[in-house]
């Protein structure tokens, strides 16, 4: 069975379909999914999807991207839910310096915040970084030395990741990994540990090949896998036994696996 570690169930791209979409994901050998909410609406949302589907589990923050306009009056809401337990981890939160929606220093103030959040909650954190890697290990270093996390759909180099490796986080592939001019990110994640390898859809977004430029959805985790674990040399069982037990690890999913 697998693991969705990052999916964005609240999209509108799902709204209308949602139970379409789980079912399907069932069907396809996914047993959990981790529903990453960005903003106070998809947040409501999730808790009431996770009531629905007991396999469904709330992660949320506000993004790197979305720091401006939401980042002050989201922050409270986010930080109730987490203290409310209606959480089991922080995130998507980060830095991204690629698009600029937001300040490096307004993010950094954020990530921070996300950081102390997770930590006062015994929660792990899911990361968003794009180009900011100098930063954000700083930041980790100084704010989160000991927490768990995950840097989810790592697209940096085999030193960033090693950098994370050496830390003893998560690293989580999406279907880019599939992609044929992703030979530099196909060879990090041939060489990490599979101690420390997760596997996400990040659906809506970034379907694997052979769904590339559809609307993503977890049901097509399985793709990703099988190419992981072919790139690996290893059984699919084998691999998706691994990145299993690494998302039930982090998540502390122990107790609540369905």
Not at 5 to 12: F, K, T
Not at 48 to 53: G, K, S, W
Not at 57 to 82: C, L, N, R, W
């Amino acid at each position: 069975m697998l693991i969705d570690s990052h999916a964005h169930l609240m999209h509108a791209s799902f709204k209308e379909n949602i139970h379409s979409f789980l079912e399907r994901t069932r069907q396809a050998g996914v047993e959990a999914v981790i529903n990453i909410c960005t903003n106070p609406q998809e947040l409501e949302g999730g808790i009431e999807l996770a009531r629905t589907y007991p396999w469904v589990y709330t992660a949320a923050s506000t993004t790197p991207h979305d720091v401006v306009e939401e980042g002050e009056s989201a922050f409270p809401i986010m930080q109730k839910a987490a203290e409310a337990g209606n959480l089991i981890a922080v995130g998507e939160t980060g830095l991204d310096y690629h698009y600029y929606a937001a300040s490096k220093e307004l993010q950094q103030q954020f990530l921070r915040r996300y950081l102390r959040l997770a930590k006062a909650c015994k929660l792990p954190v899911i990361i968003h970084c794009r180009e900011a890697f100098n930063d954000l290990f700083q930041i980790l270093d100084e704010e989160y030395a000991e927490g768990p996390g995950v840097l989810h759909c790592f697209t940096g180099t085999l030193e960033e990741a090693q950098e994370l490796i050496r830390r003893g986080w998560y690293l989580s592939f999406s279907g880019i990994v599939t992609f044929k001019k992703s030979q530099a990110l196909q060879q990090v994640a041939s060489t990490i540990p599979l101690e420390q390898l997760l596997i996400e859809t990040d659906a809506p977004y970034l379907a694997p090949i052979p769904y590339r430029g559809q609307l993503n959805e977890p049901a097509y985790l399985r793709a990703t896998a099988q190419f992981l674990a072919d790139l690996r040399a290893i059984s699919l069982e084998e691999f998706a036994n691994f990145t299993r037990q690494n998302a039930i690890n982090l998540f502390q999913l122990e107790s609540m696996i369905v």
